[in-house]
């Protein structure tokens, strides 16, 4: 490639770190952590007494170690909190026993359900994980335990990295695709291949019979909604539902899958992607207050 | 009598000319987005290789994922016949077809005449056609051609873990990051592309001979691959016509038949 338009990196998303204003950790009691260092993002989540104190959302560099301390280092950023006043660190997702400074490892279905429980309340039965490289469809209950999870971790259909793929054909950054495929008159036929190399082809192809980028990125959105719906059919949906994940903050796919299933999904109060750090961490605390008990 | 076959392919189009029973030439060119243009390219270059003029051809039959686009073609017929009718005539021995495109894998089982019994298609995923080669030789930057060569030059076996081909990119680019070797990488692809394949075939069930066709079938570190898969030789078209052009030899041949050749 040769311009400069055609090098930017469109599925670069927005990487972000946060600090609650309201909270100190001198004045916690159990300071626990949770990392998840996913196929494509890691972010690291700390909390002061099961409250979210500070955050980070980064990419995934090459190996799950040196993530893992990017991720945390950016989080505590500014804090003044110190790693080894955490009590307890959980590892999660894809390298979760890469984490260097975690006392254990939970999968990241256990901690997304748990996380679900928090970000959207304890009403939750069903979450959708959207995730970099997978998609799982996870039951639980009112505590966030997981009872049932199928999950899709083969092809790069319904996840975010194939969203990240059309994200660069298309020249459109990935954190306005939902938005831009929600701006067409009318629902176009979804792009018809599962695979996602030949859904590119297929793009091209509606691309040069003059279809707007719009419309194509609705095409891609519907078929993707479906397939993910088509995991949580297998499952069977429970009220109420949830989306986490990267692709829970697109728009576009959220409100084909709400529109498919006909349920609304609650609106996220906290960055959707933190959804497995988040269980991580509170899986942290849990285990700080088991181990007071024993001693 | 002359004859042509044309087999509209995902990716190349081709032509195979024949008289009589023999063949005359043969043409390929990029199928891109008018696939009636491409057919029409192919067609006059394989006229031209003959020295014959259009008129001079008797009976046109097209096959492949493009076929209803050429609207000047006598008669279609599916991929299934053609790899059957091509492939038999030239190994009459074999009774398995394995053919592998740039966006799909077939297999096909005929009897001792020749006329199909049973066959399986792979057209939802690009990891177990020639897609997933390619992909992998853009993520290495290595010519598709030179990859068979350069992975029989690998001494180590490695596993690919991806599944995926948009995965397999990934898994491709940290491999090159881990400084492992590009022969080796190259190998664990077609070990990868073959053991797909391998588990295709077997779904339907091995009866040798088995030839392969289809353009992966030019790559020699695939065909090594799926040889030691299956413990012995894939039959692979060599000397009278390349693998890629043996649907539209099938194609060819039933067109000789349609007009009475």
Known sequence: MSNAESEKEYWRWTESRYTNPDLSWEDGDIISAGVDVGSVSTQAVIMVDGELYCYSSMRTGSNSPDSANNAMDWALEGTSLPLDKIQYVVGTGYGRVNVPFAKRAITEIACHARGANFIYGPEIRTVLDMGGQDCKAIRCDQRGKVTAFLMNDKCAAGTGRGMEVFADLLQVHINDVGKMSLEVDEEPEPVSSTCVVFAKSEAVGLLRKGWPKEKVLAAYCSAMAHRVVTLLLRLGIEEKFAITGGIAKNVGVVKRIEDELKLKAPEPSIDPQLAGAIGAALFAKALVEKERKKA | ?261
């Open chain 2, 1 to 261: 009598m002359i004859t042509a076959g044309i087999d509209c392919g995902s990716k190349n189009t081709k032509v195979v000319l024949m008289k009589e029973g023999n063949i005359l030439s043969t043409a390929s060119v990029l199928s891109g987005f008018d696939q009636e243009e491409s057919a029409e390219q192919a067609l006059n270059s394989a006229l031209e290789k003959a020295g014959i003029k259009r008129d001079e051809v008797k009976h046109i039959t097209a096959t492949g994922a493009g076929m209803e686009a050429i609207k000047f073609s006598n008669d279609t017929i599916t991929t299934i016949t053609a790899d059957a009718r091509g492939t038999y005539l030239l190994f009459p021995s074999t009774r398995t077809i394995i053919d592998i495109g740039a966006e799909e894998g077939l297999v096909v089982k005929i009897d001792d005449q020749g006329k199909v019994k049973d066959f399986g298609i792979n057209e939802k995923c690009a990891a177990g056609a020639g897609a997933f080669i390619e992909a992998m030789s853009r993520a290495l930057e290595v010519d598709i051609e030179t990859m068979g060569e350069l992975s029989l030059k690998s001494t180590k076996k490695i596993p690919m873990n991806a599944q995926c081909t948009i995965f397999a990119e990934s898994e491709v680019v940290s491999l090159i990051h881990q400084k492992t070797l590009k022969e080796d990488i190259i190998r664990a692809v077609h070990d990868a592309i073959a053991d797909r394949n391998t588990s295709m075939v077997r779904q339907i069930g091995i009866e040798k001979d088995v030839a392969l066709i289809g353009g992966v079938a030019n790559n020699i570190g695939f065909v090594d691959a799926m040889n030691k898969n299956l413990g012995f030789d894939l039959l692979v078209p060599k000397d009278r016509i390349a693998p890629e052009y043996v649907s539209a030899l099938g194609a060819a041949l039933i067109a000789q038949e349609k007009s009475g050749g």
